[in-house]
């Protein structure tokens, strides 16, 4: 792209921005994008990027109710609002539920999740202000999605095909989520547990379209390898243990007809959920540090550029589309987040610990603000290891809280409340710096007023901070968040004689980070964690560094069971399979690098999958958080119609039939068939065995 194309408007030209239509559409998304990806990255570990889905919900909206002089920039300044929610989300879901994995809640505090949600976004929010002339206008930085979304906007300005594709994936997607959710017409997985050899084997999957999806956005790479750490923890090693100290017996009543409705059969599952699953959360704690040291030099870069930041000279005249928040009013910002800071950690953890976390949060949010900001520019958001940072934030606080608690003579259970609590902050304002930047970035190429941008951001954090609290206590009431939570729920139960309201741990919410997140805090105050896993997940992982592989996607493969793998490896499959078709279709062979005519073919069915995709999810997660309300208010939507539940091989015909429709919609943007299907199969085949090969064998 040209440098003379961008601002898409131009400094001299005003147009409406951040006007009431704009603000009431942008609240209104920001709550649905929170919930959705609440539920989505509770449900599969990850979430996605809202900043795509919100712009053309927007654009639906904003023209589907006939406003006039709709401008881009209203446009924009909506999507801002939703994506700020989207990554808030992030950052408290992967934290704060560990709260109820190490017992310490019972149940999601809603206040308490506002707060933090709202000190750890809106001090993310001011530190990524500051950093914005630096990352986006002098150093230029690429930010991949946010050039993604400037796109999609662009397109929307001018109309496309693009909208009716997105309308049409949503409906799908929601349509999907009642029938396998809501009525439970079919099964949520198709599974089967046999024995060979003297142990125990597993085959399977989930059928879940949102899973489909986030495979084809990541692309086949990742997902192949967050497979493999599937195949390597639920294929492998449950087996191997299986048979070296043999599996718990089976829960009485539980059969072959019923195995449909366990991930995978109870003690196979124990076997995972007990033992190999802390494999998964040593790798990730190694794979996560071993990020942050290779990034090291590109870390220094960053924080060393935010700390040389000086604003524009007074009377110096600035442009409309160059004019930031006062830098003032930013600093005063900070300073009172650090002064309520300290007055929340008093009200929980006394006065010693919250003195020494206000201060660590001084001294190292802006750091980790000017990290996530700058690898996103570098890499996307997607990418940058912000799950490595919180991890390697944990540790530092831990290590704090350790010292000053023995000095204070504070219990172990005190200071693990207060690491989390300090953690998720930072946690928080990590999270939201990528994605911020992200905003900024589009905002500077499509010509918005970066102060009207900004208070458009802190909109949709306050926004995404007052959702997030009644969303997760809503989805733990309706689901359960972890199989651990829920099992010591039913455990509580029991033991109170309430036998008749036992959760189905079955239907729990996986959230694997705030698992991981939960076992490391227990493990570094002296829990009940499997030391020896851990130990053996960390070789693992120092192993998968030395073979140069990507060691944080194969440790969350470990950590996650095989069913969830499965379908995002899919996903990753159809994908690889599009893209190539249409640089196949474009220059009639694969042998040789693709002219600029095929990338581009590439690119627009790439684009077309991703959009779709976004609409399957928003779908299918909407209707998940949809689903769990009525749960809590009306009842199980299944028990109102009482129609039976389909067997597994018709789950699949089903699940098998929506894959259908996704390759079908995507494909419509192939060029026109120029060989024979067959042909075309054999010759990608052909392809992606070499590309094995050379990077296995060949590849040093």
């Known amino acids: 792209m040209a440098d003379e194309k961008w601002p898409f408007v131009s400094a001299e030209k005003t147009l409406p921005e951040l006007t009431t239509r704009v603000i009431i559409i942008g609240i209104f998304l920001g709550m649905v994008m929170t919930a959705a990806n609440a539920y989505l990255g509770m449900k599969v570990g990850m979430t996605v990027s809202a900043s795509i889905p919100a712009a053309v919900m927007s654009m639906l909206i904003l023209r589907g109710f006939r406003f006039k002089d709709v401008s881009i920039l209203e446009n924009n300044a909506v999507q801002t609002m939703a994506s700020a929610g989207e990554s808030l989300a992030a950052g408290v879901i992967f934290t704060v539920p560990a709260l109820l994995v190490m017992g310490i809640w019972d149940d999601i505090d809603p206040l308490q999740t506002f707060i933090i949600a709202f000190l750890g976004g809106v001090l993310g929010t001011m530190f990524t202000i500051a950093l914005r002339r630096v990352f986006i206008v002098e150093e230029a930085l690429p930010y991949p999605e946010g050039v993604a979304c400037t796109e999609v906007l662009i397109a929307g300005e001018k109309g496309g095909s693009g909208l009716i594709a997105i309308i049409y994936a949503l409906i799908i997607g929601a349509l999907y989520g009642w029938v396998v959710e809501g009525f439970k017409v079919t099964k949520k997985g198709v599974h089967s547990v046999f024995e060979f050899m003297g142990t125990k084997f597993y085959a399977g999957s989930e059928m879940s379209l949102a899973l489909l999806s986030v495979g084809y956005i990541v692309g086949l790479r990742i997902a192949s390898f967050i497979f493999i ?124 610990l919250a003195i020494a976390g206000t201060l660590f949060i001084a001294a190292v949010a802006f750091f980790f603000s000017a990290v996530a900001g700058y690898i996103a520019g570098v890499v996307g958001s997607s990418n940058s290891p912000v799950s490595g940072m919180t991890i390697a934030t944990l540790m530092f606080t831990a290590a704090l809280v350790f010292i000053v608690g023995t000095l204070v003579g504070v219990d172990n259970s005190t200071m693990m409340f207060a690491t989390l609590m300090i953690a998720s902050v930072v946690a928080v304002n990590a999270a939201i710096a990528g994605d911020v930047m992200q905003d900024l970035k589009t905002g500077n190429m499509v010509g918005a007023t970066p102060w009207r941008q900004q208070i458009a951001e802190t909109i949709g954090v306050i926004v995404g901070a007052a959702v997030i609290g009644p969303v997760l206590l809503l989805l733990n009431r309706a689901f359960k968040i972890t199989v651990t939570h829920c099992e010591s729920s039913n455990l509580k139960l029991e033991e109170a004689g309430r036998v008749d309201e036992l959760y189905d741990c079955s239907n729990a919410l996986l959230a694997p980070q705030a698992d991981l997140i939960g076992t490391i805090i227990e493990s570094i105050f ?78 627009d069915v790439t684009s077309r999958g991703v959009l779709i995709g976004a609409g399957f999810i928003a779908g299918e997660s909407l209707v998940g958080v949809l689903i769990a309300l009525l749960i809590v208010t009306v009842g199980e939507p299944s028990s109102w119609f009482g129609i039976p539940q389909l067997g597994q091989f018709s789950t699949l015909l089903f699940f098998l039939w929506f894959v259908g429709v996704f390759i079908f919609l995507t494909a419509l943007s192939l060029p026109k068939k120029i060989i024979s299907l067959g042909e075309e199969t054999i010759l990608i085949i052909r392809r992606s065995i070499l590309r094995l090969y050379y990077n296995l064998v060949v590849k040093k």
């Open 229 to 352: 750490g599937g195949v390597l923890g639920f294929g492998f090693l449950v087996p191997i243990f299986g048979l070296l100290h043999g599996f718990p017996s089976e829960p009485v009543g539980w059969d072959s007809a019923i195995r449909g409705e366990w991930h995978s059969g109870p003690s196979y599952y124990a076997v995972w959920s007990g033992q190999v699953r802390y494999i998964g959360a040593g790798a990730m704690v190694v794979g996560g540090v071993w990020t942050l040291w290779s990034m090291r030099n590109t870390i220094f870069t960053g924080f060393s550029k935010a700390l040389n930041f000086s604003n524009s000279s007074e009377g110096e005249h600035v442009l409309r589309t160059d004019k930031d928040t006062d830098m003032r009013l930013v600093l005063s910002v900070c300073g009172l987040i650090l002064i309520l800071s300290l007055l929340f950690f008093m009200f929980n953890l006394g006065f010693a």
């Open 526 to 603: 002296g829990g009940s964690a499997n030391v020896e896993m851990l130990i053996l997940g960390g070789l693992i992982a120092a192993l998968l560094v030395w073979r140069k592989l990507p060691v944080m996607s194969v440790a969350i493969g470990i950590y996650l069971p095989l069913e969830l793998s499965a379908p995002i490896f899919a996903g990753g499959l159809i994908h690889y399979y599009i893209t190539n078709l249409a640089i196949l279709r474009t220059d009639g062979h694969l042998n040789e690098k693709p002219s600029k005519s095929a990338i581009k073919a590439a690119d």
